[in-house]
């Protein structure tokens, strides 16, 4: 956790427990019991840079990123939820960079599979909004694929392409917060802003059982995401 995400979490405890009116309003006894849910994140870009005085080439990227985060988890005491929490995520993006004249032409793809699963808790107020701390395990699979285009004097045009596969997992953690708004019949209408932190190591050559926490890093990721989903308490 870097030291602003960690003092911006430390005011938010602090500004929530020490609030005069919180703990009147602390108990949400309508969430209680066991529970389930998902949320959802779907995010389409399409960016274009056009040559100018410092380049000569037009660039376009393509992104997209659609994810589903299914939970289920247990409410006690309407104070407390905790439970466990699965992310799945598919995410590409495609850069074409192509000079003014046609002549050159590069394209990068990146597609990756995010897979993790963590145990979390939930500290319950206000009636309908929380607070989430959460830790667990996550993998992540990159496929790449680079290709480019030149053209020859004759008319012809020569290329290269260059093709591989990425793997990684380790432990990670979330925080963050959000509220849940009754529709009714135990139903909730979800939204929340998580901060997910990971630490990726190699698991290209990792036993059957694909779990290989202490191999060589490969990579630090940190993620703001803002999710909406719906929820089910079951009491």
Do not use: C, W
């Amino acid at each position: 956790m870097t030291r602003t995400n960690y003092k911006l979490f430390l005011l938010i405890v602090f500004f929530t427990l020490t609030s005069s009116n919180a703990f009147a309003r602390i108990r949400s006894s309508d969430r209680e019991g066991f529970n389930f849910g998902t949320s959802v994140k779907l995010n389409v870009g399409d960016d274009r840079t056009y040559a100018g005085a410092t380049s000569d080439k037009n660039v376009q990227v393509k992104s997209s990123s659609q994810s589903l985060n299914p939970y289920v988890g247990y409410s006690f005491s309407g104070l407390f939820n905790v439970g466990l929490l699965v992310m799945m995520e598919d995410s590409g993006s495609k850069t074409i960079e192509r000079s003014q004249d046609g002549s050159q032409e590069l394209t990068r793809s990146k597609d990756t599979v995010s897979k993790g699963a963590s145990l979390f808790t939930r500290f319950l107020f206000g009636k309908v909004m929380f607070l989430e701390l959460g830790g667990g395990v996550y993998h992540e699979s990159t496929h790449y694929n680079n290709e480019t285009r030149l053209a020859e004097a004759d008319g012809t045009f020569n290329g290269q392409k260059e093709e591989y596969d990425v793997s990684g997992i380790g432990p990670g953690y979330h925080f963050g917060g959000g509220v849940e708004i009754p529709m009714g019949e135990g139903f909730y209408v979800s939204s929340s802003y998580l901060i997910k932190v990971f630490q990726l190591r190699n698991s290209d050559n990792a036993p059957a059982a694909g779990l290989d926490l202490f191999g060589k890093k490969r990579a630090y990721e940190q993620k703001r995401e803002i999710q909406f989903g719906i929820s089910h308490y079951l009491n």
